[in-house]
């Protein structure tokens, strides 16, 4: 086979109407898996942030006008080349052209994993990353192999803007769907909010552990010691790291907690109270569950301050 006909089937298997369409259905499922995964956290602690009107802003412009840039280029760089390699390899051996399209996808999805970690991944990091990027480019070419059938039957194929404008469309559809089905398995007992644990003296006593060193010892008479210890800063609102002893007590009224932006109702927490030194008083919430109890604080703006979590050892 010569380049003359190479090229023709390249040019053949390479069409722009189907990157449109790869992009466009990369494109419908970013928001369906957000919305997804943000329906399964909702029985997950939040930590007492939230999304946060410029972070939701921000997913917001995300969707509009940077999402179909970023799918187009996964289209062109993933999509496409296995499809062309697909096709082609299809036409040179006489196999199934999906179960070539489907050895493509997983080829390139361990060549694109191994590239965007500099070849340096674990292997189980690196196939994790490779399955996530090949199941992501599935329904692309599901929707590609639809198109192509469409043509070859000589039904009407769609343009551009009607690519993107079925992409929002279905989108959106399926995103009212996913959060309506939610809103019934709430109303149905299915589905249930976070509920903070109500903690007995007996668990709230004893040795706290956090990331770096941090330990904190509540005993049961109201002392307390901690070692490397994240406190707030008295001069700011950000941290400190501090070793010493004081005093702690339930707060179930949040008076002491700076951020019961929710009411004092709604989180029950630890006040610990320095006996001197560095640091000031500091508001642990109570979180976790009752069998895996937490305390943990956000210095800072609570929707994009540090956060900082104790567990019980």
Request: proline letters at 4%.
């Given at each position: 086979?010569?380049?003359?006909?190479?090229r023709?089937?390249?040019?053949?298997?390479?069409?722009?109407?189907?990157?449109?369409?790869?992009?466009?259905?990369?494109?419908?499922?970013?928001?369906?898996?957000?919305?997804?995964?943000w329906?399964?956290?909702?029985?997950d602690?939040?930590?007492?942030?939230?999304?946060?009107g410029?972070?939701?802003?921000?997913?917001?412009?995300?969707?509009?006008?940077?999402?179909?840039?970023?799918?187009?280029v996964?289209?062109a760089?993933?999509?496409?080349?296995?499809?062309?390699?697909?096709?082609?390899?299809?036409?040179?051996?006489?196999?199934?052209?999906?179960?070539?399209?489907?050895?493509?996808?997983?080829?390139?999805?361990?060549?694109w994993?191994?590239a965007?970690?500099?070849?340096?991944?674990?292997?189980?990091?690196?196939?994790?990353a490779?399955?996530m990027?090949?199941?992501?480019?599935?329904?692309?070419?599901?929707?590609?192999?639809?198109?192509?059938?469409r043509?070859?039957?000589?039904?009407?194929?769609?343009?551009?803007?009607?690519?993107?404008?079925?992409?929002?469309?279905?989108?959106?559809?399926?995103?009212?769907?996913?959060?309506?089905?939610?809103?019934?398995?709430?109303?149905?007992?299915?589905?249930?909010?976070?509920?903070?644990?109500?903690?007995?003296?007996?668990?709230?006593?004893?040795?706290?552990?956090?990331?770096?060193?941090?330990?904190?010892?509540?005993?049961?008479?109201?002392?307390?010691?901690?070692?490397?210890?994240?406190?707030?800063?008295?001069?700011?609102?950000?941290?400190?790291r501090?070793?010493?002893?004081g005093?702690?007590?339930?707060?179930?009224?949040?008076?002491?907690?700076?951020?019961?932006?929710d009411?004092?109702?709604?989180?029950?927490?630890?006040?610990?109270?320095?006996?001197?030194g560095?640091?000031?008083?500091?508001?642990w919430?109570i979180?976790?569950?009752?069998?895996?109890?937490?305390?943990?604080?956000?210095?800072?703006?609570?929707?994009?301050?540090?956060?900082?979590?104790?567990?019980?050892?």
């Amino acid at each position: 086979m010569g380049w003359g006909e190479t090229r023709r089937q390249l040019a053949d298997a390479w069409k722009w109407s189907e990157l449109h369409t790869a992009a466009a259905t990369a494109a419908l499922q970013v928001p369906v898996l957000w919305t997804i995964a943000w329906i399964a956290s909702v029985n997950d602690d939040d930590y007492g942030s939230g999304l946060g009107g410029a972070l939701a802003a921000g997913f917001f412009l995300l969707v509009l006008f940077v999402l179909p840039l970023l799918t187009t280029v996964h289209a062109a760089l993933f999509t496409m080349p296995a499809v062309v390699l697909a096709r082609v390899a299809a036409r040179r051996t006489r196999g199934p052209e999906w179960l070539w399209q489907l050895g493509s996808v997983i080829v390139l999805g361990v060549f694109w994993a191994a590239a965007m970690t500099r070849w340096s991944a674990p292997v189980p990091v690196l196939l994790a990353a490779a399955g996530m990027l090949a199941a992501f480019g599935l329904l692309p070419l599901l929707a590609v192999a639809h198109v192509r059938r469409r043509a070859r039957a000589g039904k009407r194929t769609w343009g551009f803007f009607g690519v993107w404008l079925r992409s929002a469309g279905a989108t959106f559809g399926l995103c009212v769907l996913i959060v309506g089905g939610a809103i019934a398995a709430t109303f149905a007992g299915l589905l249930k909010e976070y509920e903070p644990p109500t903690l007995t003296t007996g668990q709230r006593t004893g040795v706290w552990r956090g990331d770096g060193g941090a330990l904190l010892n509540l005993r049961a008479g109201g002392r307390a010691e901690f070692t490397d210890l994240p406190l707030q800063d008295p001069g700011d609102f950000t941290y400190v790291r501090c070793d010493g002893t004081g005093t702690w007590s339930v707060d179930r009224e949040g008076r002491d907690d700076a951020y019961a932006e929710d009411g004092p109702e709604e989180r029950d927490g630890v006040v610990l109270r320095l006996d001197g030194g560095c640091g000031a008083q500091t508001y642990w919430t109570i979180g976790g569950t009752r069998d895996d109890p937490e305390l943990f604080v956000v210095f800072g703006d609570p929707d994009s301050g540090e956060l900082r979590i104790l567990k019980k050892r």
